[in-house]
């Protein structure tokens, strides 16, 4: 069974766990950068990115949650988590984790929808999946490999570039598990491909 981490740092952890679960596999809270050598995928929630990156620095684990992309090892940031995947950030001189080939933006959907929920469509995933925005960001622009999978009002809001999945929404607070699920096949498939 793939083991799939969530970073504990900030944000909306346990609810991934549920889902992580729910889509047959097992998840575990990370809370020390040594954990990562445990698990074959990990999540970054959402939450608030400059916490989330203040928190990675006092624990040490920018140089590990580097080492763990650059073993080939799935990664799945959602919202906070899509802002610290990515390489480029609107408005920043530096990425956080900067390991996903898209250019990023904050709080995308206007002060007035800081929340909000819309039915999308996930390439490969779901024609009919009710996504949660809570002051979202969204992806400015994919790089050439980068896989777009969803936008919502023209502007992208999930995709994939290798082992690396992000998206704008919190899918974890909904029961809807299709995008989990197609994570934990990305870790199955990595995982399966290394011990071949
Ligand atoms: N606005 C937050 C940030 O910039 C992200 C919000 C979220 O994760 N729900 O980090």
């Known amino acids: 069974m793939a083991k799939i981490g969530v970073l504990g740092l900030q944000g909306a952890v346990r609810e991934h766990l549920w889902a992580?679960?729910?889509s047959g596999a097992e998840g575990t809270i990370i809370k020390r950068p040594e954990e990562l050598a445990d698990v074959d995928g990990l999540i970054i929630p959402g939450g608030e990115s400059?916490?989330?990156?203040?928190?990675?620095?006092?624990y040490g684990f920018m140089e590990e949650l580097k080492k763990f992309a650059a073993d080939g090892k799935p990664m799945f940031g959602t919202c906070a988590g899509l802002i610290l995947l990515a390489n480029d950030l609107v408005g920043y001189d530096a990425p956080h984790i900067g390991v996903m080939d898209v250019k990023v933006e904050r709080n995308s959907f206007g002060r007035q929808r800081e929340s909000f929920e819309a039915d999308i469509t996930i390439a490969g995933v779901a024609d009919n999946f009710s996504a949660v925005f809570i002051r979202a960001p969204h992806i400015v622009e994919a790089g050439e490999n980068v896989e777009v999978l969803a936008k919502h009002n023209d502007r992208i809001v999930a995709a994939r570039d290798g082992q690396f999945l992000g998206c704008s929404f919190h899918p974890e607070l909904t029961d809807d598990?299709?995008?989990m699920n197609y994570f934990v096949k990305m870790v199955?498939?990595?995982?399966?491909k290394n011990f071949a």
Do not use: H, V
Not at 188 to 192: D, H, L, R
């Open 20 to 22: 992580i679960e729910a």
């Open 50 to 58: 400059t916490a989330i990156r203040r928190l990675i620095d006092k």
């Open 177 to 179: 598990y299709r995008l």
């Open 188 to 192: 199955e498939e990595t995982k399966s």
